[in-house]
């Protein structure tokens, strides 16, 4: 009896110990990203950017990076390499499409509500391969 008591007591205590550490791993790591949070808010003024083009690149021209739109579809444009393969890999959406002779392309894309991950791939006639990825966000309305 003295033996299954001993026993209940240090298995008692092991399960406490194993409890505590679990709600202090917690508060920890919901403290870390309160502060994440603090310093995200300092700086949430966020605009969008065009990316700019280098040699041989892929440049998407519209919509901006980090575009928040109430369209379903949406045009988008860019430019690579003359008389590349370009495919678009989106949410809802995985389309080919080539350049004209001056580089330039264009297609339409679907929206899928809230965060639109855009990957763009150019294969050239030399089968070089250039992408870029950019974010486009779909909400129902825009704030006034």
Do not use: H
Not at 71 to 77: M, P, Q, R
């Amino acid at each position: 009896m003295r033996k299954e008591v001993i026993l209940a007591v240090i298995i008692g205590v092991l399960l406490g110990g194993v409890i505590l550490y679990g709600i202090n791993l917690a508060n920890t790591s919901s403290s870390i990203k309160q502060d994440s949070q603090d310093t995200a808010d300092t700086n949430s003024k966020v605009t969008p950017t065009p990316i700019k083009k280098t040699a041989g690149d892929v440049s998407i021209i519209l919509p901006l990076k980090n575009s928040v739109v109430t369209e379903s579809t949406i045009a988008l444009k860019g430019s690579t390499k003359p008389n590349s393969n370009i495919a678009i890999v989106s949410e809802s959406d995985d389309l080919i499409t080539s350049s004209d002779n001056s580089g330039n392309f264009q297609a339409d894309i679907n929206l899928i509500n809230g965060e639109n991950t855009v990957i763009v791939t150019a294969v050239d006639d030399k089968q070089k391969t250039s992408s870029t990825t950019i974010t486009i966000i779909r909400t129902a309305t825009l704030p006034e």
